[in-house]
C-alpha cells in the first residue's frame, strides 16, 4: 500500500454562465488591472489515498470524482495523482 | 456590434422571403418533430407564413407553440377560471396579476413552476425559477416584498430524492436570500409518485403605487427596443419546448447544455435598474426574457401592443462568439430585460443600468406591420405575422377518461384500516416522524425571512404575514395542494386545496382575496391525465367563484412524466390575502396555559388519501376528503369574524396527519411547547378521529373567559363547534382521548419527532451519493 | 444626528437600516452610494446587509475596494461610530478594520433565525444602554457567519474586553448549540481597538419593532444616540 | 504584448477548519472509498492576463492575489503563469 496526493480540479462546463468569474473580471477592471481575460472559478480538492499502485488511486479518484466531487451536469474536472512525498513545491 | 438603431427594412413585410441562412438544416419532417410540432401544427405554421418556414422561423414557432408559451391543451379549459372583480386591476395575460389593496397601492403576485430544470439541476433549477417570477413581478413596476415555493419530492429513503430536496432548498435559498427577498411560506409534499420528477413552483409578490403599473407592451412605432441586463449566452436554448417534453432515461445527458445558471446579484442590481427605469417615464413597455427567451418577450410585447418588432441579432449583446440568430432568440440565459424605450431617450436607459453597473443595448425597434421580423447583419432571417405567432397557436380539447387504476384505488374498502382501537400512541408518533407531517424547520431556516423588517409571520404558521410598512395593513400569502387528494379525485382536490389556501388564510386573520395557480400534471394527450386536468380545473374554478377569489393568473407545467408515469395531478393554489390591522394576524401556536381549544367544523370518518394510510399502510386509496364548498365559507367568514373580534390566541388549519397532527402543531409550533387535554365524545373509529383529514375543519385556542363568545360567533355563522380541551403547562401531557381511543405522551417527545424528523432524515445527505 | 448609511451593489439591508434609524428617532438617516468618495459630514457610519458583489470570491471581499470605503476608514480613523452587521461586518474584516475573517459557517447551511447573543461589554458606543449580561432575542440570516482569528487575536480580544457580542442559550450559557455557525470563541460581534467600529453578524435593525416580534435590537440604536449625544454636547 | 494563462489555486491555510473538506470526507468514507486522508477544498481562479513579459504576468498576478483573490488571515494561494497556447492538456 502507498499513499497518494490527489488533486481535482473541478470547473464550470464551457458555456455556463460563471457569475463568480464575472464578479472577478469586474473588480479587477476596476481596481486598475489591464489586459484581464476572462475569469473562470472552480474548485480544487486535495486529498490523500491509500492504494496499491497509481493505475488503481487514479481509477478510483476518478470514480470519486464522476460521483461525488464533481456535478456531471455544471462541471467538467481534471484530476492529478502523484506518489506522496511529503510537501510538493510549486509556483 | 454597432450602436446605431438599425433601421426598418424597405421591403413590403409581406413579401419579404428570407432566405435559408448558410449552415441551417433543412426543414425536414423529423426536423419539425425534434422541435415538438405535430404535423398538423407544422401545417398550420405553413399556413400562417404561406410558405416554408427557415429554419430560425421554425425555432421560433416552436418555442412559441409549445405548451409552456402556447398553454395549447389548456387554454381552453383555463378560460372556465374565475377572473373578474372589482379589486382585479389586471388578470391573466400579463406577467404577473395585480389586485387593488387600497391606500392607491396595489399587489403583483403570480406563480411559476420550474419542475424540468430542477429535475436536471436542483440547484440552478430552482434558483433561476426564483430569479423567474422575481422578475415577472417586478417587469411590472412592483417591488418584490416576499417569495413562498411550493415542492414535491419522491420519498427520501433515496438519496437521489435527498440530493433532489436538498439542491432545490439551497437553490432556493440562495436566490432570494442574496436578492434579499424573504420567504413567508410555501409547502413541500413527498410521495413515490414524484420520483424522478419533482416540482419546484415559486410565488412571488410586489407591491407598487396602482400608478407605477406598467404593462409589457411594444407600442410606439420607432421606438427603440433594447437589450437589458445580462449577456446572451447558450445557456438554456429551448428551454421552453424542453419543459414540455417527458423526462426520460437519458435527459440528464441530453439536457446538459440547456442549464442555465442564476446570477442572484446581477438579479438584485436588474431589479433596482428596472423599477428606476419605470418611474423614470423613459419606457413604454418591459418585460422579462423568460421561456424563449428575445422570441416570446419580443413577440408578446408586439403581440400586446398589435404593432410589429424589427430586431438585429448582432446588436444582441453576447457572452459567447459565434452565435447564431437562432441561438440568440432561444436562449434562455437569465437576468434579461427586453424594453421599449421611448424614441431619443436611448441614452438616459443607458445611464440608469451604467450606475446599475449593467448594460443596455439597442437591439431594434417598434414597426407598425405586425411582423416579427429579425435581421441578422441587415439580412432579414426571420419574418414571421405576430399575432398568429403569440395567439395563433392552435388549442385542443381532448378526450378525458378516468382511469381505472384511480377508480379501483377509490373503490377500495377501507374499513379493514378503521378498526384499531386502544392506544394509538405508536401510529401517532410515527406519523409526526414523516416529512409530510414533521417541521419543515430545516428548509425555512435555510431562507432568509426577515429581511426587508416588515415579516409579520414567518414561514411555520398557517400562512405567511408581511406588513405594509406606513400603514396598518398587512398582507398574507399562502400556497397549497394536496396532490394525492387530487389523484383520486381531482375535482374534490382541486376544490380542497382552494379551500385549505382560503382556510389557511382566515386562520393567520387575513380576508382571502385572490388566486394565482400553478397546474402540474402529465402527459394531456393521454385521456386520463386530460380527465384529471379537466377536473382540476372545474374544481378551481367552482371553489374560486364561490369564495370570489379571482385567479389572476397562473402557470401550467405539462408533461411531468417519468418513463411513462405521471406525477399525481398537483394543481398548486397560491392565494393571498389582506388584513386590516396587522395587529389581528393570529398564529398556529397555543400561547397560555389554561386557554380553552375549541375544533370548529365537522370530523367524519374519512382515511381515503390520508397520510396514516400511506405511511402506516403504504396506501393511497379510498375517497379523498369530501369538500363542503358553502360549509367552508361559512366556516372562513366566522374564523375571520373572530380574529377581527380579537377572540383568538391562535388558529390553525387541520389538515395532513388530522387532528392528532394538528394539534401537536399547535402545542410545539410556538416559543414555548405547550401541554394538550381533549377529551372528544365522538364514537367513530379513533383511527379517523386522530388521523382522518375531513376537510372543513380548525383549531382554534382562546382565554377560557372568551370560550362563550368564540361559540357564539360560530353558532352565528351556523359553524359546528365545540370546545375539546384545554391548554396544558409547558413541558406538560400531552393527551387526546375518545371513548374508544387514546394518545398519551409528553408535549417533549412530541417537540422532539416534530422538529427532529427532517433534520435525521437530511442528516444523510451528505454521507451519500449525490448524484 | 446625519448617519451614512452606505449602499454597495447588492446591498440588501440599506433600506432596513434606514428605516430602523427613522423610526426610532433622533436619527437622521442618510444613503451613500459605494462610489460616492465623501461621507460628506455625517456623525456615525453603517455598513448594511446584503450580498455586495454577490459575496462572490469571499464575502465582502470586492466591496472593500469601493470608492466610499476610502471615506470610511478616515472616519474610523478619526474616531468616528462605525457599525458593520453581517455583510457590514464581513467588509470591514476584509478591509483590515476589524482583525479576523468570517468562513462558511459549520454547518454549511444558510442560517436564518433567531438567536440569542448576550451583551458582553457596555464600553462601547453601542451597548451602554444595555445591562451587562443582557441576553437579546435577534435574528440573523448568514451564510458567512463562522468568526475565526488565529490565537494571539482572540487572546486579544478577550484580553481587551472586545467582545460586544456572544451566542447564547435563552438563559445565557455559552452551550454548543446556542452557536449557529461554529464561531470562534462564540462570537457575535467585536470592537476594533479604539472600541469604535463594532462589527457583528445578528441584525439589530430588524429587532427594533413589536411587530417583528422582538425590540432587542433598539438597545443599540439608543447607545449610539447617546453617545452622540454625549459627543456633540 | 503576450497572452498568459494564469492559474490560481486558492486553499485553506492548514491548521484553518475546512468544513466544506470534513463534509467531503465523511461523504467519501459512507460511499465505501477506504483509505482516504485529509481532504481541503480550495478554490482555482482561471485567467488571462496580457503582459510584455512572463515576468511581469507573474508579477501582476502576484499583486491580485495579495490584494484580492485570496485573504491572508486564512488562505494561501499558489500561482501558475504560462504563455497562452490554445488550450492545455493535462490529466
Ligand atoms: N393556470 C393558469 N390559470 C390562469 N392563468 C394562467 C394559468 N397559467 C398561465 N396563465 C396565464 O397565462 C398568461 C401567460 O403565461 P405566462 O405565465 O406569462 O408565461 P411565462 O412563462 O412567460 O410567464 C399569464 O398571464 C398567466 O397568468
Ligand atoms: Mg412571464
Same mark, same amino acid.
Given at each position: ?71 456531471p ?19 | ?38 404535423p ?5 405554421v ?39 372583480a ?50 415577472? /413581478?417586478?417587469? #411590472? &413596476? %412592483? ?6 415555493? +411550493?415542492?414535491?419530492? =419522491?420519498?427520501?429513503? @433515496? $438519496? ?13 435559498g ?31 409578490l ?30 438554456g ?26 446570477d ?21 413597455? /418591459?418585460?422579462? #426574457? &423568460? %421561456? ?6 419580443? +413577440?408578446?410585447?408586439? =403581440?400586446?401592443?398589435? @404593432? $410589429? ?46 450606475k ?57 374498502d ?15 408518533l ?14 425555512y ?23 405594509l ?25 382541486a ?38 386536468l ?68 365537522e ?52 389538515a ?19 401541554g394538550?387535554?381533549?377529551e ?54 400531552f ?23 427532517l ?13 | ?22 423610526t ?10 459605494h ?38 476608514r ?37 442560517r ?5 447573543i ?9 451597548t ?23 490565537d494571539?487575536?482572540l ?12 451566542y ?7 452551550t ?9 470563541h462564540h ?45 456633540l454636547?
Open positions: 500500500m502507498s499513499r497518494f496526493d490527489i488533486e481535482v480540479r473541478v470547473k464550470p462546463r464551457p458555456g455556463l454562465l460563471d457569475p463568480q468569474g464575472k464578479a472577478i473580471h469586474h473588480a479587477l477592471e476596476s481596481l486598475g488591472y489591464p489586459g484581464v481575460g476572462e475569469v473562470r472559478v472552480g474548485k480544487v480538492i486535495d486529498l490523500t489515498l491509500e492504494a496499491d499502485s497509481e493505475a488503481e488511486a487514479r481509477e478510483r479518484a476518478d470514480e470519486m470524482c464522476r460521483k461525488l466531487l464533481s456535478n451536469v455544471t462541471e467538467d474536472y481534471q484530476l492529478r495523482v502523484r506518489a506522496s512525498a511529503g510537501k510538493e513545491a510549486e509556483g | 456590434m454597432s450602436d446605431s438603431t438599425p433601421t426598418t427594412s424597405t421591403v413590403d413585410p409581406e413579401t419579404v422571403i428570407p432566405a435559408p441562412r448558410p449552415g441551417d438544416p433543412e426543414i425536414t419532417p423529423e426536423v419539425v418533430e425534434a422541435h415538438g410540432l405535430s398538423e401544427e407544422y401545417e398550420r405553413v399556413g400562417v407564413m404561406g410558405r416554408t418556414p427557415t429554419f430560425t422561423e421554425l425555432g421560433v414557432f416552436s418555442a412559441m407553440w409549445s405548451e409552456h408559451c402556447g398553454y395549447k391543451n389548456s387554454k381552453r379549459l383555463l378560460s372556465l377560471l374565475p377572473t373578474e372589482p379589486w382585479v386591476i389586471q388578470g391573466p395575460g400579463e406577467n404577473a396579476g395585480v389586485i387593488d389593496v387600497g391606500d392607491g397601492m396595489a399587489l403583483a403576485f403570480k406563480i411559476e413552476s420550474h419542475n424540468h430544470p430542477s429535475a436536471v439541476e436542483p440547484y440552478q433549477g430552482a434558483a433561476t425559477g426564483v430569479g423567474g417570477i422575481l422578475r415577472d /413581478i417586478f417587469t #411590472m &413596476g %412592483a417591488r418584490p416584498i416576499a417569495v413562498l415555493d +411550493s415542492l414535491r419530492f =419522491g420519498d427520501l429513503d @433515496s $438519496g437521489r430524492n435527498r440530493y433532489l430536496f436538498a439542491g432545490v432548498v439551497k437553490g432556493v440562495d436566490y432570494g436570500n442574496c436578492v434579499g427577498i424573504p420567504n413567508i411560506g410555501g409547502e413541500v409534499f413527498f410521495d413515490r409518485a414524484y420520483d424522478g420528477n419533482p416540482l419546484v413552483n415559486a410565488m412571488a410586489g407591491l407598487m403605487k396602482r400608478e407605477e403599473l406598467i404593462k409589457g407592451e411594444a407600442s410606439g412605432t420607432g421606438n427603440p427596443i433594447m437589450a437589458v441586463g445580462a449577456r446572451t449566452g447558450r445557456d436554448i429551448h428551454g421552453a419546448t424542453f419543459a414540455s417534453e417527458e423526462l426520460s432515461e437519458d435527459s440528464d445527458e441530453a439536457s446538459r447544455p440547456q442549464v442555465q445558471v442564476g442572484p446579484f446581477t438579479e438584485k442590481l436588474l431589479l433596482e435598474a428596472s423599477l428606476e427605469l419605470i418611474r423614470s417615464g423613459h419606457i413604454v413597455g /418591459i418585460q422579462d #426574457m &423568460g %421561456a424563449a427567451g428575445v422570441t416570446s418577450s419580443a +413577440s408578446e410585447m408586439a =403581440g400586446r401592443a398589435g @404593432s $410589429g418588432v424589427e430586431l438585429e441579432m448582432a446588436d444582441v449583446p453576447v457572452r459567447e462568439e459565434g452565435m447564431t440568430p437562432y441561438e440568440i432568440l432561444l436562449s434562455e440565459s437569465q437576468e434579461r430585460m427586453l424594453v421599449a424605450a421611448r424614441k431619443g431617450r436611448e441614452e438616459d436607459v443607458r445611464k440608469i443600468l451604467a446599475w453597473e449593467l448594460e443596455a443595448e439597442v437591439i431594434g425597434e417598434v414597426t407598425d406591420d405586425g411582423y416579427f421580423r429579425i435581421l441578422e447583419d441587415g439580412v432579414v432571417v426571420a419574418n414571421i405575422p405576430a399575432l398568429p405567432l403569440t395567439d395563433g397557436c392552435p388549442t385542443y380539447e381532448r378526450e378525458g377518461i378516468e382511469g381505472d387504476d384511480v377508480k379501483e384505488a377509490r373503490a377500495r377501507l374499513t379493514e384500516f378503521l378498526a384499531p382501537e386502544g392506544d394509538l400512541t405508536d401510529p401517532f410515527r406519523l409526526l416522524g414523516s416529512p409530510n407531517i414533521a417541521s419543515k424547520r430545516w428548509i431556516d435555510q431562507f432568509d425571512t426577515t429581511v426587508r423588517t416588515s415579516t409579520v409571520v414567518r414561514p411555520g404558521s398557517d400562512a405567511g404575514v408581511v406588513r410598512r406606513g400603514s396598518r395593513k398587512a398582507i398574507a400569502a399562502t400556497t397549497d395542494c394536496n396532490g394525492r387528494y387530487c389523484w383520486l379525485n381531482p375535482r374534490e382536490g376544490k380542497a386545496a382552494v379551500a385549505e389556501a382560503a382556510r389557511n388564510l382566515v386562520c393567520t386573520g387575513a380576508l382571502p382575496t385572490a388566486v394565482t395557480n400553478n397546474l402540474n400534471f402529465g402527459n394531456p394527450l393521454k385521456p386520463h391525465i386530460y380527465f384529471q379537466r377536473e382540476a380545473v372545474l374544481g378551481m374554478a367552482e371553489a374560486c367563484s364561490l369564495f370570489e377569489t379571482p385567479v389572476t393568473g397562473g402557470n401550467v407545467s405539462l408533461f411531468n412524466e417519468t418513463d411513462g408515469v405521471a406525477i399525481y395531478p398537483t394543481p398548486v393554489i397560491g392565494m393571498v390575502g389582506l388584513l386590516d390591522d396587522v395587529d389581528q394576524a393570529t398564529r398556529a401556536f397555543f400561547t397560555h396555559e389554561g386557554d380553552a381549544i375549541l375544533v370548529l367544523g370530523t367524519r370518518e374519512e382515511i381515503g388519501g390520508s397520510e396514516y394510510l400511506y405511511r402506516e399502510h403504504d396506501l393511497v386509496a379510498g375517497e379523498a376528503p369530501l369538500v363542503d364548498l358553502l360549509a367552508e365559507r361559512r366556516l372562513q367568514h366566522a374564523v375571520l369574524g373572530m380574529a377581527q373580534k380579537g377572540l383568538l390566541r391562535s388558529a390553525h388549519d387541520c395532513e396527519g388530522g387532528l392528532a397532527a394538528a394539534l401537536a402543531e399547535s402545542a410545539v409550533g410556538g416559543e414555548k411547547a405547550l394538550v387535554k381533549v372528544l365524545t365522538s364514537r367513530l373509529a379513533p383511527v379517523a378521529v386522530f388521523f382522518g383529514e375531513s376537510t372543513g375543519r380548525v383549531v382554534l385556542s382562546c382565554a377560557p373567559d372568551d370560550e362563550s363568545r368564540v361559540l357564539d360567533t360560530a353558532r352565528h355563522h351556523g359553524v359546528p363547534a365545540a370546545r375539546i380541551g384545554t391548554v396544558g403547562n409547558e413541558g406538560g401531557a393527551a387526546i382521548r375518545t371513548p374508544l381511543g387514546s394518545i398519551e405522551t409528553s408535549v417533549n417527545e412530541v417537540r422532539t419527532r416534530y422538529f427532529g424528523a433534520p435525521a432524515l437530511m442528516e444523510r445527505t451528505r454521507s451519500e451519493e449525490p448524484v | 444626528m446625519k448617519v451614512a448609511v452606505i449602499t454597495f451593489p447588492g446591498s440588501n439591508c440599506d433600506y432596513d437600516c434606514y428605516h430602523a434609524l427613522k426610532l428617532g433622533g436619527f437622521e438617516p442618510e444613503f451613500r452610494w462610489g460616492d468618495r465623501e461621507l460628506k459630514g455625517v456623525d456615525a457610519v453603517f455598513l448594511p446587509g446584503g450580498f455586495s458583489y454577490g459575496d462572490y470570491l469571499r464575502s465582502g471581499a470586492i466591496a472593500r475596494f469601493s470608492p466610499i470605503m476610502e471615506a470610511v478616515d472616519f474610523a480613523r478619526s474616531g468616528g461610530p462605525v457599525v458593520g452587521i453581517c455583510n457590514g461586518f464581513q467588509v470591514l474584516c476584509e478591509a483590515g478594520l476589524l482583525p479576523g475573517a468570517l468562513l462558511a459557517n459549520e454547518s454549511l447551511l444558510f436564518s433565525y433567531d438567536i440569542h448576550r451583551v458582553e461589554t457596555l464600553r462601547t458606543p453601542f451602554s444602554a444595555y445591562e451587562r449580561h443582557q441576553v437579546l432575542r435577534i435574528p440573523i440570516a448568514h451564510g458567512d457567519g463562522n468568526y475565526h482569528a488565529d494571539e487575536v487572546a486579544e480580544l478577550e484580553g481587551e474586553d472586545r467582545i460586544v457580542f456572544r447564547v442559550s435563552p438563559a445565557g450559557d455559552l454548543p448549540e446556542a452557536n449557529p455557525n461554529g464561531s470562534a462570537i457575535a460581534g467585536i470592537v476594533n481597538e479604539s472600541r469604535n467600529v463594532l462589527g457583528m453578524m445578528p441584525h439589530p435593525e430588524r429587532a427594533v419593532e413589536p411587530v417583528l416580534g422582538s425590540t432587542d435590537g433598539a438597545g443599540l440604536f439608543a447607545s449610539l444616540r447617546a453617545h452622540l449625544e454625549g459627543a454636547a
